[in-house]
Every structure is written in structure tokens, then in C-alpha cells.
């Protein structure tokens, strides 16, 4: 007799939960993915018969090493540090690395999870992959960080390579660290190869890498608007972190007639109910990259501009960008959005709503755009980097900016394509879907592996 889909999933987290016990992040994003996946495989027998899902729960491989470093009063330090190749089904794995001190095992899996769909979803040939360190980049010198990625990096060399695993950076992972860890990568193996992406632009790396997140998850954005006959122009815009991705999804905002009022770090928030003009992100920008200075410091150099400790989601908007990092809009503040006017939000950071946060936005009907779809961006011009190394060529930015608008308009498509209810299109249904066929019909063809 057919299973009912609640059946299926009740048994499917059970078994997941025995054998990833207090791994909740991972059971969080597992669940995210089959409360909507589960439905669909039921009516397809092909994938419950070989056990699909529940191969892809339990990552191909898990690397855990010990990085020992020097810090500069000689002290010896150690950190642990991490890769999941999740699945290598449709290509190599990729997926970013990151240094945090709130990177665990589980929150790795969770993002090597994720980044398995995402990266079907662009249609481009990549596997899923995610890795970091405990590691806290915050205080440190350069020659701390640069110490560190060394290290970090002659363990990690023997598990990667530009056909096996292709890293990028992700939080606390930018272009200072990727050229540290590619260098040390280049010295180990005497190798110059596309093994790592993000990299600088005199030695391999991409334009529009720095900028793709950010105007990905902007574009996914314009992309429901415009399916819903609205866009960007005139809209009030909540953003949060003042990092990579944020930064440029600031920017892309303001340039579509978007008002920012938000961006934040993990201090507090900023409120500039002015707007983040141009010249002002360029201020965040160097304050945050350059000098690695605390958000407050905006508030006390542009008048009208407040601080607040928390979170920015009480401030009353039509558009919000959660840029930072996972479970940083809850129910009770996903509630106060939507009673505050949000109409429309697009996930820069990976999982930053919960599951309470989800079922408000879906129970509202608002556009949701969910990460694995809207902060696809990045690691399809990743996927770019590395056609441009294998082939040793570098593409112009123009082409490079009609590549990455058309990747998200077809990730934009193939979520509509699965995830339309009637007049509402369910884009975390669809994006789960469609990220999921394409890897599973890949693991049918090569059998039980
Ligand atoms: P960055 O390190 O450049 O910036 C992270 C920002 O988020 C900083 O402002 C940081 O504040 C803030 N932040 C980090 N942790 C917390 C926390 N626990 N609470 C509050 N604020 C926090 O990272 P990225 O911009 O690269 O990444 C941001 C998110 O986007 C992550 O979820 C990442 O996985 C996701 N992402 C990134 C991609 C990329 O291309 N870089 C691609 C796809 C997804 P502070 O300065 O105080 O640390």
C-alpha cells in the first residue's frame, strides 16, 4: 500500500534525528527541504525505491581536521576545521568556506545541504560542498589570518582540486583570505588551477564575483515582483548584515529606486529613515572591509541616522533582504514584518527565517523568495570562474552581468515551474522541487553508489 506523504516524513526526520543526534541546524534545513519535497516524491515510486532523499541526508564524505597556527605573541592556537562534499552528483563539489566562531559540524551540513540544491538550480554543472573553521578572523592581524589560512589550507589541499571540490569564500571569507589560501594551495601542489573561486582578479579570479550575491538576490527579487506586476521603484527596503552580501544588495536596491533603511552587524542595527545613499555604503564599506570597525560608528557620522542594539525587523517596510546569517528573523518577528507592510522577501544569507518565520511568510501569501533560489547569484558566476580558468580566458563584465540576470531569471522560471498553487506561486516548494530532480535523475543513472 502507498505511504501517506505525513507518514513518510515522520519516519524520514525520525531516522534522520537517531543518526545525527543534537545536529539541529541540520535537522532544520532537512526538514525545510522535505516538508515540501516529500508530497511530490510519493507520487514517484522511482525515487522512494532507491532511497533518494535519504542518500542525500548523509553527505558523500566529512573531513574534520585540527589547524594549528601561531599567533603573533608566539602562542600556539588551534582551531578545528571542516569540509562536507555533500554530493559531487551533477559535478565537482562547490560551496564556500567559513570562518566563525559559530561553525559546528551541523551548521556545516545544513549549508552543504543546501548548497546542493542551489547549485542544480542554476543549471550548472556543480556538486554540493561546504567547509570552515571555529576560527574568529574578528581582532586578528593580517598576518594572524594569513598564518591561519596556511594551515588551514595544507590539510585542506589534499581533498580539493579544480575537477574534485572547489571552495569560495562565505562568512569571514573574502578576497584577503581566498588569496591566502590560494597561495598556500599554489606552494603545496605546485599547481595553478581553478581550485578555489572568488579569487582576486590578477590571478584567476571573476568579474562581478565580489558584486553577484547581493545583485542575484536583488534580481530574484525584481524577478517576483515583476510575475506579481510590481517592482523595486519607491519601495521602503530592510536589509541586514554589512557584509559582502549585503553591500551589493544594498547597491542594486538603491540603483533599481529602492530606499534602504536598514543594514546591520552582529552589534546592532542602523536605521537612516534618509535612505543608504551611494556615498554612504561606500563609508560602510570601507568601515567594515577596510578599517573592520563596529556598524554603530554610521550612526554617529551621518545625522538623522539612529543605532539600535537587536535586529532591524520591527522598522515598517515593503521589501526585506536578510543578508547576514541563518535564524535571524524568527515568527514573532516575521509576524511584525508582515503586520508592518513586508510584501516581498528575498534570502541573501543562507536559512535566515526558521521554520515559524516560513510558514508566517506562506500563510500571508507574500513573495518569498527562499535562499537556495535568491542567493544563487554568487555561486553561479563561481561556476563562471571556473569555465574562465579551465578554458584561460576572462569574459568581459558585460557579458558576465547578461550571464548572471539570465541564471536568475531561469532559477526564477524553474521555481514557478514547480511551485505554482494556483494564482500563488510557493517558491520554497518550487525551489526545492526543481533543485531536487535534476540530482536525483543524476544518482538513478549511476545506480546504488
Ligand atoms: P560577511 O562575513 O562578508 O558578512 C557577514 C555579515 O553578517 C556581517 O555584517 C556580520 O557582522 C553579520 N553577521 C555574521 N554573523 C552574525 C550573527 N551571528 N548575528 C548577527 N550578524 C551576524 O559574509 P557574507 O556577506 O559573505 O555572507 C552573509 C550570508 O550570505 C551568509 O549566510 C552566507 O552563507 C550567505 N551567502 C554568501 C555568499 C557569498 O558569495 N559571500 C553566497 C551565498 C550565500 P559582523 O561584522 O559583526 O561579524
New binding site residues.
Given amino acids: 500500500m502507498a505511504i501517506s506523504a505525513n507518514e513518510y516524513l515522520d519516519n524520514f526526520m525520525t531516522g534522520l534525528k537517531r543518526r545525527n543526534p543534537g545536529e539541529t541546524e541540520f535537522h532544520q534545513a532537512c526538514y525545510e527541504v522535505a516538508s515540501t519535497l516529500v508530497p511530490y516524491i510519493v507520487t514517484k515510486p522511482k525515487y522512494i525505491e532507491a532511497q533518494v532523499l535519504e542518500r542525500l541526508t548523509e553527505p558523500d564524505r566529512v573531513v574534520i581536521f585540527r589547524v594549528s597556527w601561531e599567533d603573533d605573541k608566539q602562542n600556539i592556537r588551534h582551531n578545528r576545521g571542516y569540509r562536507v562534499q555533500c554530493s559531487n552528483a551533477i559535478g565537482p563539489y562547490k560551496g564556500?568556506i567559513?570562518f566563525?566562531p559559530?561553525v559546528t559540524l551541523s551548521v556545516l551540513k545544513f549549508?552543504a545541504f543546501e548548497q546542493t540544491f542551489k547549485n542544480s538550480l542554476t543549471g550548472l554543472p556543480m556538486g554540493g560542498g561546504k567547509g570552515g573553521a571555529d576560527f574568529n578572523p574578528?581582532g586578528k592581524s593580517d598576518h594572524e589570518v594569513m598564518r591561519f589560512c596556511q594551515s588551514f589550507m595544507t590539510e585542506l589541499h589534499r581533498y580539493i582540486g579544480d575537477d574534485v571540490d572547489v571552495p569560495?569564500?562565505?562568512?569571514?571569507?573574502?578576497g584577503r583570505e581566498i588569496g591566502y589560501m590560494f597561495g598556500q594551495y599554489k606552494r603545496l601542489t605546485t599547481r595553478f588551477t581553478g581550485v578555489l573561486t572568488?579569487k582576486g582578479l590578477e590571478y584567476g579570479g571573476s568579474k562581478i564575483r565580489t558584486e553577484?550575491?547581493g545583485y542575484g538576490v536583488v534580481y530574484f527579487a525584481q524577478n517576483m515582483m515583476k510575475q506579481a506586476g510590481t517592482d523595486m521603484a519607491g519601495k521602503k527596503v530592510l536589509v541586514?548584515?554589512?557584509?559582502?552580501?549585503?553591500t551589493y544588495a544594498v547597491e542594486k536596491a538603491t540603483q533599481l529606486g529602492g530606499k534602504v533603511l536598514t543594514m546591520?552587524?552582529?552589534?546592532g542595527y542602523i536605521y537612516d529613515k534618509d535612505g543608504i545613499n551611494a556615498e554612504k555604503l561606500a563609508f560602510i564599506q570601507d568601515l567594515?572591509e577596510v578599517r573592520r570597525g563596529?556598524?554603530e560608528e554610521y550612526a554617529k557620522q551621518f545625522k538623522g541616522a539612529e543605532f539600535h542594539e537587536g535586529r532591524p525587523w520591527n522598522v515598517p517596510c515593503d521589501v526585506a533582504l536578510p543578508?547576514?546569517?541563518?535564524n535571524?528573523i524568527n515568527g514573532a518577528e516575521a509576524k511584525a514584518l508582515l503586520k508592518n507592510g513586508m510584501k516581498v522577501i528575498s534570502e541573501?544569507?543562507?536559512m535566515?527565517s526558521d521554520q515559524d518565520a516560513i510558514n508566517a511568510y506562506i500563510d500571508a501569501k507574500v513573495l518569498y523568495g527562499p535562499?537556495k533560489a535568491a542567493?544563487?547569484g554568487?555561486?553561479s558566476v563561481s561556476g563562471m570562474e571556473m569555465s574562465q580558468n579551465s578554458a584561460r580566458l576572462s569574459w568581459s563584465e558585460e557579458e558576465l552581468q547578461k550571464l548572471l540576470l539570465s541564471v536568475m531569471k531561469g532559477i526564477h522560471e524553474r521555481c514557478v515551474e514547480y511551485g505554482t498553487e494556483g494564482k500563488y506561486v510557493n517558491y520554497m516548494k518550487g525551489a526545492n522541487i526543481a533543485g531536487f530532480v535534476k540530482v536525483a535523475d543524476a544518482m538513478l543513472a549511476f545506480g546504488v553508489a
Avoid at 569560495?168 to 573574502?174: L, R
Avoid at 541586514?240 to 549585503?246: D, I, K, L, Q, T
Fill in positions: 564556500g567559513r566563525h559559530s549549508l574578528k569560495a569564500g562565505d562568512i569571514g571569507v573574502g572568488g553577484a550575491t541586514s548584515g554589512s557584509g559582502n552580501v549585503a546591520s552587524d552582529s552589534s567594515k563596529r556598524i543578508c547576514a546569517t541563518q535571524e541573501g544569507a543562507n535566515p535562499s542567493n544563487a554568487g555561486v
